[in-house]
């Protein structure tokens, strides 16, 4: 009940915008649907503010997950990490699930949790790997979804992503 709330609020948010979906790199960038309209600071700053209370308002436990790219590009100069295990993303996201895994069990141990990824964000493998090092390999696999599709009723579809990578 509470994702379809927060679906419905979020879908409305962005028709109110003349938006269909939220791309942040169409967003930063000023392309796709942000490209006319879209150089007003204020109104940038206000449709992320409007985006960013609806999850505040609709989760149960926040989660985040931090790597820095130095700290990654250290990391990865002594040891071959990216090419044996994952990226900097890949390592975030299966860090994240394991942290995620761990407290469903204690909190919610009858509940299943799913993780959706954009295609091409990710490599699903990149993910298991460190999973099974992290000994979180139990639960439902990560799954990878288009950014957006057509149902079995044709109607468009979208991926709505909650997580963000900051890239410095």
């Known amino acids: 009940m509470r994702w379809r709330e927060f679906e419905a609020r979020w879908s409305r948010l962005l028709r109110r915008e003349n938006l269909s979906a939220f791309n942040a790199s169409d967003f930063l960038n000023e392309t796709g649907e942000f490209a006319e309209g879209w150089n007003d600071w204020a109104r940038r700053h206000a449709l992320i503010e409007a985006l960013g209370r609806l999850p505040e308002q609709h989760v149960c436990h926040a989660f985040s997950q931090t790597l820095t790219l130095s700290d990654f590009d250290a990391i990865n100069a002594e040891y071959p990490f990216a090419e044996a295990a994952a990226g900097p993303y890949g390592v975030s ?31 699903q493998r990149e993910i298991q790997r460190i999973l099974e090092g992290a000994r979180s390999i139990s639960g439902e696999p ?27």
């Open 93 to 123: 996201a299966a860090l994240l699930m394991a942290n995620v895994r761990h407290w469903m069990a204690a909190k919610h141990p009858d509940d299943l949790t799913l993780f959706i990824f954009e295609q091409g964000d990710v490599n």
């Open 142 to 168: 990560a799954q990878m979804w288009p950014r957006q599709w057509r149902d079995e009723r044709g109607r468009q579809r979208y991926l709505r992503p909650l997580a963000h990578i900051i890239h410095e």
